[in-house]
């Protein structure tokens, strides 16, 4: 079993859908939580950094992170074909510096 | 602000032949730069850990004589393919990160075709 379990897609949405993208582990030492975004032959920009359980808000990106259950997801209002791309998930733990990734789920927001 | 670099952004060279690539973070001090390598579809691998000023740690399975890494200074890392072959051709990324800085920022990638 894999440290991080993320859903490959693709996963097609129409624009202004609301967007679920998430994550499951099984390290319960992660304390730090990212979302990164991919596009295409691109290197990965972070969206999302969160420490331990809770939700954070930035524009219409929304993560939360849930200790107990080791779910994370990151959401995504009114989205835009702009925002298709891979977004990957990505953990620590406290005192590491290695990120553990998931696989990335491929995104495509079609008009 | 946390902006990295890396150049070349492609480069196509010859069986054998050497090549480097840079990474620099332009708008703070990298403590801790890291290494991956991307295949299509796949998620990033990390290859090796860098801290400025020290040797390089590499993950299991890279051949630190193949990728030589060096942190000189607290703004640049540069790895080095050496003896390239066309099974070396992948998406080079690399990250950086700031003392005491969970976030890893990273760089935009550099794709290497080896003939």
């Known amino acids: 079993q894999k440290e991080v379990e993320q859903d490959p897609g693709p996963l097609s949405v129409p624009e202004g859908a609301i967007v679920s993208l998430n994550c499951t582990y099984s390290?319960?030492?992660?304390?730090?939580f990212m979302w990164y975004r991919q596009y295409s032959r691109k290197g990965p920009e972070l969206l999302m950094y969160?420490?331990?359980?809770g939700n954070k808000e930035d524009g219409r990106f929304t993560a939360q992170v849930d200790k107990s259950s080791k779910y994370i997801s990151l959401f995504i209002r009114d989205s835009q074909p702009s925002d298709s791309a891979t977004y990957l998930c990505?953990?620590?733990?406290?005192?590491?510096?290695?990120?553990?990734f998931g696989t990335g789920t491929q995104l495509k927001v079609e008009l | 602000g946390a902006v990295v670099s890396q150049h070349p952004s492609w480069v196509i060279c010859k069986s054998g032949t050497s090549v480097k690539i840079e990474c620099r973070s332009l708008?703070?001090?990298?403590?801790?730069m890291f290494w991956y390598r991307q295949f299509p579809k796949q998620s990033l691998m990390l290859m090796a850990t860098?801290?400025?000023?020290?040797?390089?740690?590499?993950e299991q399975g890279v051949e630190k004589d193949k990728f030589l890494i060096n942190h000189a200074s607290l703004t640049l890392s540069t790895l080095t393919v050496t003896s390239a072959h066309p099974e070396d051709s992948s998406f080079y990324i690399c990250?950086?990160?700031?003392?005491?800085?969970?976030?890893?920022?990273f760089g935009p990638g550099t794709r290497l075709l080896v003939l």
């Open positions: 708008d703070f001090q990298a403590t801790t």
């Open positions: 860098s801290n400025e000023g020290s040797k390089a740690t590499y």
């Open positions: 969160t420490y331990s359980s």
């Open positions: 990250s950086a990160s700031a003392r005491g800085r969970e976030t890893q920022y």
């Open positions: 390290n319960s030492a992660f304390q730090y």
């Open positions: 990505a953990m620590l733990t406290g005192g590491g510096n290695k990120l553990t």
